[in-house]
């Protein structure tokens, strides 16, 4: 029962390196997120995906690419990370049906440092 | 100005003392989520309630819904107990909206 499965879990990039996180879901769940979370901040969306084929921004989206490559999967890449990136992100999926109330389930989290 | 507040921020309690962490919220929300997160650790889900009362072993959920407050009570706590404790809500269009969090250490 793997639920959201994030990868990888630690990450050091130089300034200007790219790289993707990966996240995979085994709910059947519409919608798929992804998250920050810095000190003395709430989590902060970067990007959803409310369906297969669909993408938005969410509060913080700048130096941030997503790709919803099915149903299961949905990456954020960062295409030239900055010191500013350096953050845990966390993935997570709902089962997204208009008027049921939807509960949230996160992956385990990837910590990553920018130097 | 976030939608959802938080307090305390941070709260240590010796092992077996009754604990209140309270979160209001300024938005119309369809639940809110209570949500742990331990050092290091990934986020579980602890309580979804839109109304009412919700007990799971020794956490107890409530929501006043028309004063837009819900609090958290952990029973007996313990040092397993040490984590930081979340307040969520989710609107119409499925996002949710999360407060800064409430660090718990409980002390042995």
């Known amino acids: 029962n793997a639920g959201v499965t994030q990868t990888p879990k630690f990450q050091v990039l130089k300034t200007g390196q790219s790289m993707t996180l990966q996240c995979a879901q085994d709910?059947?769940?519409?919608?798929m997120y992804w998250y920050r979370q810095d000190p003395g901040m709430g989590l902060r969306l970067i990007y959803y995906?409310?369906?297969?084929?669909?993408?938005d921004k969410g509060e913080v989206p700048n130096g941030y690419n997503v790709s919803r490559l099915n149903k299961r999967e949905f990456s954020l890449r960062l295409e030239s990370a900055a010191p500013s990136q350096t953050s845990v992100y966390f993935c997570?999926?709902?089962?997204?049906?208009?008027?049921?109330?939807?509960?949230?389930?996160f992956g385990q989290g990837t910590r990553l440092t920018v130097v | 100005k976030n939608e959802v507040e938080q307090s305390p921020q941070n709260l240590t309690a010796q092992e077996g003392e009754f604990i209140t962490i309270n979160c209001s919220y300024s938005?119309?929300?369809?639940?809110l989520h209570w949500l742990q997160q331990h050092p290091g650790g990934g986020i579980v889900s602890l309580f979804m309630?839109?109304?009412g009362k919700k007990k799971h072993g020794r956490l107890i959920a409530t929501i006043n819904i028309q004063e837009k407050h819900s609090s958290l009570h952990i029973t007996a706590s313990h040092p397993r107990d040490s984590a930081v404790y979340i307040c969520?809500?989710?609107?119409?269009?499925?996002?949710?909206?999360f407060g800064t969090g409430t660090s718990l250490t409980v002390i042995p």
């Open positions: 997570a999926s709902s089962e997204a049906r208009v008027g049921w109330n939807t509960e949230a389930f």
């Open positions: 709910m059947n769940h519409n919608s």
């Open positions: 995906s409310a369906s297969e084929g669909t993408t």
């Open positions: 938005v119309g929300i369809s639940a």
């Open positions: 309630l839109s109304s």
């Open positions: 969520a809500v989710s609107r119409t269009g499925n996002q949710f909206y």
